[in-house]
């Protein structure tokens, strides 16, 4: 199977989109409507995470097993960006989580365990102009309705940000991400159903000995946005 990759910079910093092919995110949904429907056999995952939500659990058993090779790969194409080498490394992924957001809930802004994290969107019930265009937010200079922001330094000291305007055409969009880099989640508002979306943290195997990390894995060279790799997982 293949999926194409895109490397994208922000300042000193790299995170990867990708999409998942549609049969692939339409067994996910399959999954998550089971573990919405059967809450009471899936470890609830609330008091390990920073999210104000009331429905975060463990994944279903099948889409881990569908997960985590491609998050693997991914990962592998992050370190080639991150310390710019074409050296492949095996990941554990000790963390996978679902969320049900439902409308008004928030993440506030965090930063994970391990070293790459990723997330995953699933379901996305709302339109995003509809959002935008709220009274609260369409005479503001930053409208933030159902926004997902990455919250950096850039190279001069001051904080940034950096919105994914994310609308129903990104389900199945895969962002892969240094687990330092924090991140914010804000509130939508017009929707009744839920926001649907799957994240995990991965870790380089302890296998690999003592050998450490090149710098760049923490402080990437800048690099120019590209149109994109095709990898095989």
Request: proline content about 6%; charged content about 25%.
């Amino acid at each position: 199977m293949q999926i194409d990759v895109t490397p994208i910079k922000l300042d000193q910093f790299l995170y990867l989109e990708s999409k998942l092919p549609d049969e692939v995110l339409e067994q996910i949904k399959e999954d998550a409507e089971h573990v919405f429907n059967n809450q009471e056999k899936f470890e609830n995952y609330n008091k390990k995470l920073a999210g104000n939500l009331v429905k975060e659990f463990d994944v279903h058993k099948r889409t881990r097993e569908v997960l985590e090779p491609i998050v693997q790969t991914l990962a592998n194409e992050c370190y080639k960006h991150f310390a710019e080498t074409e050296e492949t490394h095996v990941w554990e992924v000790p963390d996978i989580w679902i969320n049900f957001q439902k409308k008004y809930e928030h993440n506030p802004i965090h930063k994970h365990t391990g070293d790459l994290s990723f997330v995953l969107w699933v379901k996305i019930p709302y339109d995003l102009e509809e959002e935008l265009k709220l009274e609260n937010a369409v005479n503001s200079n930053n409208p933030s309705n159902s926004l997902f922001n990455f919250v950096y330094t850039d190279v001069w000291g001051r904080i940034a940000a950096h919105p994914l305007q994310l609308d129903q055409s990104c389900e199945g969009k895969i962002a892969m991400f240094p687990a330092f880099l924090n991140h914010i989640v804000y509130p939508f508002h017009t929707s009744d159903d839920y926001r649907i979306s799957i994240s995990g943290n991965l870790v380089m195997s302890k296998n690999l000995g003592q050998r450490p990390k090149p710098s760049g894995f923490y402080t990437p060279k800048p690099k120019q946005q590209s149109s994109g790799n095709l990898i095989t997982y």
